[in-house]
Nanobody, 114 residues
Framework: QVQLVESGGDLVQPGGSLRLSCATS????????MNWYRQAPGKQRELVAN???????NYADSVKGRFTISRDNAKNTVYLQMNSLKPEDTAVYYC????????WGQGTHVTVSS
């Protein structure tokens, strides 16, 4: 059974930082491209960042220079370090990958507010 479990979401003030984690099981983690998506209230889900099996990374323009995606293949975990957070980063953040099937985590809530 494949599981993607996100953690690390919280309420943080503008300018603050958070690190999200997505622990996986049931997949050969090291061969998968891993993605972070987010969905803000009333908006469509959007791709935030991804990292390939070879460590190549890609970011949405809105988070470039502030967010960093990384992976630890020994721990089967992907991370999203989020710095200089803005109110518009408020969303539910989801971990995602796909192989023969598509897999989503349950999401973790990030609220950026003073």
């Amino acid at each position: 059974q494949v599981q993607l479990v996100e953690s690390g979401g919280d309420l943080v003030q503008p300018g603050g930082s958070l690190r999200l984690s997505c622990a996986t099981s049931g997949i050969i983690f090291r061969i998968y491209t891993m993605n972070w998506y987010r969905q803000a209230p009333g908006k469509q889900r959007e791709l935030v960042a991804n990292i390939t099996r070879d460590g190549l990374v890609n970011y949405a323009d809105s988070v470039k220079g502030r967010f960093t995606i990384s992976r630890d293949n020994a721990k089967n975990t992907v991370y999203l370090q989020m710095n200089s957070l803005k109110p518009e980063d408020t969303a539910v953040y989801y971990c995602h990958t796909k192989g023969s099937s598509v897999y989503w985590g349950q999401g973790t809530h990030v609220t950026v507010s003073s």
